[in-house]
Nanobody
Framework: QVQLVESGGGLVQAGGSLRLSCAASGRAFSSYGMGWFRQAPEKERVFVAA????????YYADSVKGRFTISRDNAKNTGYLQMNSLKPEDTAVYFCAAGRGPYGSIHDWEYNYWGQGTQVTVSS
């Protein structure tokens, strides 16, 4: 069993940066792939970024490629999403997810565990 708690969201001006953290409980976290998804108001949840269990492979949505960086520190049981050059269209609730295998995935159905989400608001 893995529990995930996101933090680091907030209000930022366009062009600014935020770093989201995803703190995991449970020793199994280091064996799972991890992903970040986001959901804007009245829209479906969409993929943002993913990373495999060891951090050697990463994947990004085209909309964030070159601006966002996903990483993880398994010794700290924590994943991160560094977000730079933020745009108003990045405004959403951001969720981290983990499981069910060691590979990162762009598909939300391939994750067993989800955090509660953290709000990111980018003003123009």
């Amino acid at each position: 069993q893995v529990q995930l708690v996101e933090s680091g969201g907030g209000l930022v001006q366009a062009g600014g940066s935020l770093r989201l953290s995803c703190a995991a409980s449970g020793r199994a976290f280091s064996s799972y792939g991890m992903g970040w998804f986001r959901q804007a108001p009245e829209k479906e949840r969409v993929f943002v970024a993913a990373i495999n269990w060891g951090g050697s492979n990463t994947y990004y949505a085209d909309s964030v490629k070159g601006r966002f960086t996903i990483s993880r520190d398994n010794a700290k049981n924590t994943g991160y999403l560094q977000m730079n050059s933020l745009k108003p269209e990045d405004t959403a609730v951001y969720f981290c997810a983990a499981g069910r295998g060691p590979y990162g995935s762009i598909h939300d159905w391939e994750y067993n565990y989800w955090g509660q989400g953290t709000q990111v608001t980018v003003s123009s």
